[in-house]
Nanobody
Framework: QVQLVESGGGLVQAGGSLRLFCVDS????????IGWFRQAPGRQREFVAA????????YYSDSVRGRFTISRDNAGNTAYLQMNSLKPEDTSFYYC?????????????????WGRGTKVTVSS
């Protein structure tokens, strides 16, 4: 099965950049679309970005479009989230997840497997 581990979170000042990593220790990574979601304490989990299995299709929430870029390297079983021009409101735990059906990319219910998250803090 898919097993996802996120890394790359940390503390940055507003306007800075971070690159998040999502590594799959399973054996069928390219069979899944990958999404990034974020959830702050006491808040609902929200969609951030998604990439299709081949890496040719990408989707973004309105709040991050133009600032974040999602990509993947199937040979390395890794998905990435490049975050530029970070804002304090981007502060959250970020999770990667695997979608087996390539449908409803913005819906949390479409994702079968989830990582444990990595913390991103953006100071003002």
């Amino acid at each position: 099965q898919v097993q996802l581990v996120e890394s790359g979170g940390g503390l940055v000042q507003a306007g800075g950049s971070l690159r998040l990593f999502c590594v799959d220790s399973g054996r069928m990574f390219s069979s899944y679309a990958i999404g990034w979601f974020r959830q702050a304490p006491g808040r609902q989990r929200e969609f951030v970005a998604a990439v299709t299995g081949s890496g040719t299709g990408t989707y973004y929430s309105d709040s991050v479009r133009g600032r974040f870029t999602i990509s993947r390297d199937n040979a390395g079983n890794t998905a990435y989230l490049q975050m530029n021009s970070l804002k304090p409101e981007d502060t959250s735990f970020y999770y990667c997840a695997a979608n087996p059906n390539f449908k409803a990319y913005t819906n949390t219910a479409s994702y079968m497997y989830w990582g444990r998250g990595t913390k991103v803090t953006v100071s003002s």
